[in-house]
T-cell receptor, first 116, second 114 residues
Framework: EAQVTQNPRYLITVTGKKLTVTCSQNMNHEYMSWYRQDPGLGLRQIYYSMNVEVTDKGDVPEGYKVSRKEKRNFPLILESPSPNQTSLYFC???????????????FGQGTRLTVV | AQSVTQPDIHITVSEGASLELRCNYSYGATPYLFWYVQSPGQGLQLLLKYFSGDTLVQGIKGFEAEFKRSQSSFNLRKPSVHWSDAAEYFCAVGAREYGNKLVFGAGTILRVKS
């Protein structure tokens, strides 16, 4: 089954404690991205990756890091989480860069992060 | 500035009634248009998409959407709502001008009265 898998689904952590949210896709997609969802703001892109070892900032990259060492995985790293990073996070993948072709994004189930 | 507007934060309809969720975008040319649904505690599921061609697009779960270039709109419709349609709905736009991302509206929460 084609899917994007995120882990964990729920996470409560304390300010400053480094954490990683994993994302894996089994569709051999080149393009992956991370979004955060906040009430009244919809989803906003944090980082994206066009291919292995190619990553770039989205609209709200501050406080986040990513890596793309393998095509299927795109982890999101919070080196020093703060309460304003409490949010619902989604990983997405697609064949190519969104807006560049007739493509659609597949989303993971989401990770609800609470930073206290 | 790039933007996608969903003017209605909440909508309540009775079960069996018709539904229209509004979406407007700012972009000069024809973008790629999507509607996603998010059920409570779930991820995003694609309802339908428009890339080109027929401006009336059919999707899953009985939904359809109509692209109107003159109004820069892509409204989602369903003739008869079911209680299971209660969810949050997001309009999203992809375009070269927006770069390598989807731009999402703020979402519309649909409540269904029985």
């Amino acid at each position: 089954e084609a899917q994007v898998t995120q882990n964990p689904r729920y996470l409560i952590t304390v300010t400053g404690k480094k954490l990683t949210v994993t994302c894996s896709q089994n569709m051999n997609h080149e393009y992956m991205s991370w979004y955060r969802q906040d009430p009244g703001l919809g989803l906003r892109q944090i980082y994206y990756s066009m291919n292995v070892e190619v990553t770039d900032k989205g609209d709200v990259p501050e406080g986040y890091k990513v890596s793309r060492k393998e095509k299927r995985n795109f982890p999101l790293i919070l080196e020093s989480p703060s309460p304003n990073q409490t949010s619902l996070y989604f990983c997405a993948s697609s064949l190519s860069g969104l807006g560049r072709g007739r493509d659609e994004a597949f989303f993971g189930q989401g990770t609800r992060l609470t930073v206290v | 500035a790039q933007s996608v507007t969903q003017p209605d934060i909440h909508i309540t309809v009775s079960e069996g009634a018709s539904l229209e969720l509004r979406c407007n975008y700012s972009y000069g040319a024809t973008p790629y248009l999507f509607w996603y649904v998010q059920s409570p505690g779930q991820g995003l599921q694609l309802l339908l998409k428009y890339f080109s061609g027929d401006t009336l697009v059919q999707g899953i779960k009985g939904f359809e959407a109509e692209f109107k270039r003159s109004q820069s709109s892509f409204n989602l419709r369903k003739p008869s709502v079911h209680w299971s349609d209660a969810a949050e709905y997001f309009c999203a736009v992809g375009a070269r001008e927006y770069g390598n991302k989807l731009v999402f509206g703020a979402g519309t929460i649909l409540r269904v009265k029985s």
